[in-house]
């Protein structure tokens, strides 16, 4: 892994935000950004060929605002939009946003001194969410930890990111790529040091028209895709058996034999032995999830949830009966399951019960 070039104390920082008809959405991100604690920065808005008054917002701002650079082109992806804004960029750190996020105003301040003092080269941060959903959005905090968790889902969240220019400029987003970021980090994790500021500096916008939501099969491929060399390079003695275990856990499919299920496991075990406490829960929460969507394989399913869980030391999952239940009745639980659907209501109280505790831990 490379180390760190350091930062300098007052360096510019250029903020990279594509936009595609986000007329709704658009100018409270770039007010967001605009109105920064950390003044040392130019912003270079990418108009990707929008249809709807994005471009118009984006002149008027930039009309306004001599730190607002536009660029306009036809278009094409998202990923050339990253990229041709990259490539204009002055400063010695780019800071990435999406245009239907909103920073929030210290955001690039913390991020800048949390680099400086761990000495990472690509910085995120916690998320909380708002719009059509809402509560944190947990990454995890050290490289170790992050390249974990990048077997499952971005460790990072794109809007949030701050890193060293020269890394997207000697690593470009694919081009074809809808979900180009998640590509991106697993190529970088083996030579880049990354991290996450363990507070919320940004709030992502959930809405219907979000791309992984429009371009969800593409999306799903992509991630299948770059996955799998990336366990291999993450884990290069594991066999494809291994990965064929581990595999229907990451993509949320039920696993095939007891023999298959426990395999993968020992795979979550591994991933989490770590000192990160939320990643070790997340993957026994992981493990649950296995186990119940497994639930066709019988009473065998559940006793293997007893008999490994104790190992993960975060406690049972107080919703062990309805597994139990689902293996006695060796239900087959499709993504449109009602026994599933019950159970995501049930998360989602859950969810709102824990997250004022979460958002006092993360100081909010």
């Known amino acids: 892994m490379a180390t760190s070039l350091g930062v300098p104390a007052q360096p510019l920082i250029s903020v990279v935000m594509p936009v595609y008809n986000a007329e709704r959405y658009v100018a409270d991100a770039i007010a967001s950004i605009l109105a920064q604690t950390y003044a040392q920065f130019e912003f270079i808005i990418v108009d990707d060929g929008s249809t709807d008054g994005s471009a118009a917002i984006v002149r008027a701002f930039a009309a306004r605002d001599a730190r607002v650079r536009p660029l306009f082109l036809t278009h094409y992806s998202i990923g050339r939009a990253r990229n041709a804004g990259i490539a204009l960029t002055q400063g010695g750190l780019i800071a990435h946003m999406d245009a239907d996020d909103i920073a929030l105003p210290e955001r690039l301040a913390m991020q800048l001194d949390w680099m400086r003092r761990t000495g990472v080269d690509i910085c995120g941060s916690c998320v909380k969410r708002f719009g059509d959903e809402d509560g944190l959005l947990w990454f995890p905090e050290t490289h170790a930890a992050i390249c974990h968790e990048l077997l499952f889902r971005n460790g990072l969240l794109q809007p949030s990111v701050l890193l060293r220019a020269d890394i997207p400029k000697a690593h470009p987003y694919d081009e074809r790529l809808a979900m180009d970021d998640y590509e991106l980090w697993t190529r970088l994790a083996p030579f880049y040091r990354m991290g996450n500021v363990p507070q919320i500096l940004l709030k992502y916008r959930c809405h219907p028209r979000q791309n992984h939501i429009v371009k969800a099969v593409a999306c799903l491929d992509e991630v299948r895709k770059a996955r799998r060399p ?61 186990c119940l969507r497994s639930a066709h394989l019988g009473l065998g399913g559940y006793r293997l949830y007893r008999q490994m869980t104790p190992q993960f030391d975060v406690g049972v999952d107080p919703r062990v009966f309805a597994l139990w239940a689902a293996c006695l009745l060796r239900l087959r639980l499709r993504e449109d399951s009602k026994v599933l659907d019950t159970l995501r209501r049930l998360k989602s109280i859950v969810r709102k019960q824990n997250h004022a505790s979460q958002m006092r831990a993360f100081g909010h």
């Open 230 to 290: 990336y366990f291999h390079m993450l884990f290069p003695e594991a066999t494809a058996e291994d990965y064929a275990a581990f595999a229907p856990v990451a993509d949320k499919e039920p696993l095939e034999s007891l023999a298959a299920l426990q395999q993968a496991c020992e795979w979550l075990l591994r991933l989490a032995r770590t000192p990160d406490r939320f990643l070790c829960q997340r993957m026994a929460r992981r493990w649950w999830i296995a």
